[in-house]
């Protein structure tokens, strides 16, 4: 270890607060430039932090388009409850149903339905029904699995605004497909089921609501692609950003930068005009 004064040699085992060449406070004469190297990074890594929410706050509340597309994102999911179709049993002494909806697939799941569609299916005068049952079942997972991806991309959307927005736009596309396929499958099995007194297939319109849900995300990421999706970010913020990787990769030092690092005139005005608080305080 060396003095931060006059770069004598100083043992490690020698603890004494002060240097014994030159005899200066050796913690305290560093101190000022300790807090001057904190004060620097804290400036740069702040710079980042703001940039950060300038992009959330962009991506999510920027307009009205953005609280829009947020609104219609959850609205799709929370559409599912609404089945495509459902199929009811009426069996002597039992009666349950297969709901293809956020609600049926819960309960069926708690009463083993799903369980017993194995069974179901060996049955002669069950296994139509069954069929068409498990047939809305696929159509919920798979809008299902579009939503969850929509909502992921959406909720990582801040990393990289543009690149994220097309790809809600092509997964919403995807899903008003789907959305429409799972509603003309389950028209299909309605009218090819045949009657039976044991089990019958009812009709809902869920996959028409979350296909027009999912076309309305559509439409609103291409429009948010069109009109732009740039976040307001405060003056000198991408130059602090991009100071502290060089930092961080050593290449440039701390010590070397000025004290503010960047400091534009309305950050000058707020900081004298906080010093001059402090001052009017202690005094």
């Known amino acids: ?62 307009g009205g388009l953005q609280i829009a597309r947020m609104v219609f994102v959850i609205a799709t999911i929370a559409s599912l409850l609404l089945p495509s179709g459902a199929v009811k049993y009426h069996l002597p002494f039992y009666e ?6 956020w609600i049926g ?47 992921a991309i959406y909720l990582l959307s801040f990393f990289n ?12 596309f995807i899903g008003f497909i789907a959305g429409l396929l799972a509603q003309i499958g389950a028209l299909v099995a309605k009218f090819i089921t045949p009657d039976s007194p044991l089990a019958s297939v009812s009709l809902g319109f869920g996959g028409l609501l979350c296909a027009a849900l999912f076309f309305v995300q559509f439409l609103l990421n291409k429009a948010i692609l069109k009109k732009g999706i740039e976040p307001t970010y405060r003056e000198y913020d991408p130059k602090r950003r991009d100071l502290l990787k060089l930092v961080r990769r050593g290449e440039v030092d701390l ?21 001059e608080e402090t001052v009017k305080e202690e005094g």
Not at 96 to 101: F, M, N, R, Y
Not at 264 to 270: I, R
């Open 1 to 62: 270890m060396k003095c931060p004064k006059c770069g004598g040699e100083i043992p490690f085992y020698d603890l004494h607060p002060n240097c014994k060449h030159c005899g200066v406070n050796i913690y305290y004469y560093s101190q000022d430039a300790l807090l001057a190297r904190d004060a620097k990074r804290t400036e740069l890594e702040a710079g980042v932090a703001r940039m950060v929410i300038a992009r959330i706050k962009a991506t999510f509340i920027g």
């Open 96 to 101: 349950d149903a297969l709901s293809a909806g």
């Open 105 to 151: 697939l819960v309960k069926a799941f708690q009463s083993g339905l799903l369980m017993k569609a194995p069974d179901l299916l060996k049955s002669a005068l069950l296994k139509p029904q069954t069929i068409a049952g498990l047939i809305f079942f696929a159509c919920l997972l798979v809008l299902l699995l579009i939503g969850v991806i929509i909502l």
């Open 161 to 172: 605004l543009k690149r994220s927005t097309k790809m809600m736009k092509n997964w919403a």
């Open 255 to 275: 010590d070397e930068l000025p004290l503010p690092v960047f400091e534009s005139e309305e950050e000058h005005e707020a900081r004298m005009k906080a010093l």
